[in-house]
């Protein structure tokens, strides 16, 4: 019987194991914020489309292995951009690191957060960015992160 389980035992402990530190009771979750966004050429059937600049913040002991990224984010208090990226870094153990992804504009929620920021006439912009970064090597999925601020468009216009 202790054969049996010998197999189970050593395909599944490593993986335990790299999942614990997720699971421990100091890890912090990390953080994301908008660096910056970037208008880019229309792609088909004239969609908006945006580059986001991210910055990830990791506050823990261990490296933080990504495997994606589910994001919406809300311009002016309008959901403009939803996207998902699968092409993402690991973050190193006390550290940080940058991430662009391409996301296409919601054609109603640009139109509303447009008509807002005309009447605002600022470069700075507020955001809301809701994420959920999907984690490798952990026992948990996912993290749901969740962030608000200010953007500066002007340097991409």
């Known amino acids: 019987m202790t054969k049996l389980y010998r197999p ?16 421990s009771p100091g890890f912090q979750q990390p953080e994301v914020e908008v660096t910056a ?4 050429p229309p ?12 910055r990830v913040f990791n506050p823990n002991d261990t490296e933080l292995a990504l495997s994606g990224l589910y994001y919406t984010l809300s311009l002016a208090g309008h959901k403009v951009i939803t996207g998902t990226s699968n092409d993402l870094p690991t973050i190193a ?21 447009a008509a ?9 912009v507020p955001y809301e960015l809701e994420a959920k970064l999907g984690l490798r090597r952990s026992i948990v999925p996912s993290i ?10 002007s340097p991409y216009l």
Do not use: N, W
């Open 8 to 23: 189970f035992l050593l395909f599944f402990l490593p993986l335990l194991i790299g999942g614990c530190a997720t699971l």
């Open 37 to 40: 966004l970037e208008p880019m």
């Open 43 to 54: 792609g088909p059937g004239s969609d908006l489309r945006f580059r986001i600049h991210l």
């Open 93 to 113: 153990a006390y550290g940080q690191g940058d991430i662009a992804v391409d996301a296409t504009a919601s054609l109603v929620g640009s139109l509303f957060a």
């Open 116 to 124: 807002e920021l005309i009447g605002g006439r600022s470069d700075r």
């Open 144 to 153: 749901k992160v969740r962030r608000t601020g200010e953007v500066r468009l």
